[in-house]
């Protein structure tokens, strides 16, 4: 079965300052990944995603993400955090064949002036 | 652009009440979800529905109930309401269920049960 393990629940970054947030996966074959960002009273919004090719994505808002197959992991990455930033970031993976998407639970990002 | 909307917002119900949540996408997308979030969780398939009138069981879906009448409405019943479903519930959109496929989100309706 599919999981996705985001160990930070909660990351306080100062404003201008770079971001990492990690995310695993356990999936046997090539996952689907994705990385949703939800601000508050919003909706989810994805960032970005990675399916094949180039380990090194690029999404909205200047965030970037990077597969690592070797490490089961898909750290979301920004160089300087703004503070319209803060909100709560899920990880999320899916395969070839599957319905549904399995989510991590979440990382709630904090930016201090 | 609406994308996909929730209605209601919010709502408290007491043990046993009955309702019905309303998810709406003016997308045009085949396939439709209902998720529930809980802290510590994720988000978690409740039901899915892969055309209109057509409706299939997710990871959580003991409680619930869903319609899919119209393309566009997707319909989250909960017959005997319960503590334990006390969550936000997000519906969610896209063109197919393959997992390439985009999901598009609503904004969430808050649902306490007491």
């Known amino acids: 079965a599919q999981s996705v393990t985001q160990p930070d629940i909660h990351i306080t970054v100062s404003e201008g300052a770079s971001l990492e947030l990690r995310c695993n996966y356990s999936?046997?074959?090539?996952?689907?990944l994705f990385w949703y960002v939800q601000s508050p009273g919003q909706g989810l919004q994805l960032l970005l995603k990675?399916?094949?090719?180039?380990?090194l994505v690029q999404g909205i808002k200047g965030f970037e993400a990077e597969f690592k197959r070797s490490q089961s992991s898909f750290n979301l990455r920004k160089p300087s955090v703004h503070w319209s930033d803060a909100a709560e970031y899920f990880c999320a993976v899916g395969a070839a064949g599957r319905r549904a998407l399995t989510f991590g639970s979440g990382t709630r990002l904090q930016v201090q002036p | 652009n609406a994308g996909v909307t929730q209605t209601p917002k919010f709502r408290v119900l007491k043990t046993g009440q009955s309702m019905t949540l309303l998810c709406a996408q003016d997308?045009?997308?085949?396939?439709m979800y209902w998720y529930r979030q809980d802290p510590g969780m994720g988000l978690r398939l409740i039901h899915y529905s892969v055309g209109e009138g057509t409706t299939a069981k997710g990871e959580v879906p003991d409680g619930y109930n869903v319609s899919r009448l119209k393309k566009q409405n997707f319909l989250l019943g909960l017959e005997s309401a319960a503590p334990s479903q006390t969550s936000v519930y997000f519906c969610?959109?896209?063109?197919?269920?393959?997992?390439?496929?985009?999901?598009?989100f609503g904004a969430g309706t808050r649902l306490s049960v007491l």
């Open positions: 997308m045009n997308h085949e396939y």
């Open positions: 990675y399916f094949s090719g180039d380990t």
């Open positions: 969610a959109s896209s063109w197919g269920t393959e997992a390439k496929n985009i999901q598009y």
């Open positions: 999936y046997g074959a090539t996952p689907y």
